[in-house]
Every structure is written in C-alpha cells, then in structure tokens.
C-alpha cells in the first residue's frame, strides 16, 4: 500500500501519484493522454456542482451531503491527473505554485 503521510509537501503528492501510476501500469500513458483523461474529469466535476447546486439534477434529488461528496471525488481525479501531467513534464508543482501566486499578487484584473 502507497503512503501519504498527513501534513505532506506537494512534493510527496507528486511522488505519491507517481508510485500509484507506477502500480496500476498508467506511467505508459503519455502526456496528451493525461490531458485528454484530465479534460474528461473536468467535466464531471462540473456535473457534480450541477447537481450540488440542484441545477438540472436530472430529477434525482441528490442530497446535499451526497453531493459535496461527489465534488469532493471528482476533484481528487482531476488533481491526480494535473500532478501526473506534471509529473511528466518535470514541472516541481509547489515551486510553480509559489511563482505564479507571488506574480498573481502584483496583478489587477479589470
């Protein structure tokens, strides 16, 4: 079994999808693959929200604690695929983060 300590740097997430795509064989998968696995996860987490936020919930009444939960699910999918694209690429995603949001801090949106 895979470990993630509580409190982990996003260093060990990346290590940690890397060892989980390592074990189910996904480090074959290439980077467009990855994206396009990505993208599809991206739109289920928009249907999740839809029916969090009983937009065209299909008339199934999804409870709320149901829903968050399905957020919540679709979210880890899409976050497992953004570090494994990363990954890939060799991108450090906490050093980016870092560099982008200190760069973000300076601008203004209008």
């Not at 060990?12 to 467009?32: F, P, S, T």
């Not at 029916?51 to 919540?72: F, N, S």
């Not at 494994?84 to 560099?99: C, M, P, S």
Request: aromatic fraction near 10%; hydrophobic fraction near 40%; charge should be negative.
């Amino acid at each position: 079994m895979i470990e993630l300590p509580p409190g982990a740097s996003m260093k060990d997430y990346q290590r940690y999808i890397h060892e989980l795509e390592a074990m189910h064989g996904w480090l074959k998968l290439d980077l467009v693959h990855n994206c396009f696995l990505m993208g599809e996860e991206v739109g289920e987490v928009f249907k999740a929200v839809r029916r969090h936020e009983k937009l065209y919930d299909e008339g199934k009444g999804t409870p709320t604690e149901a829903a968050r939960a399905q957020v919540g699910e679709e979210l880890v999918d899409v976050f497992n695929y953004l570090v494994a694209i990363a990954n890939r690429v060799g991108v450090d995603l906490e050093e980016a983060f870092r560099q982008k949001n200190e760069r973000n801090q300076q601008r203004t949106w209008t």
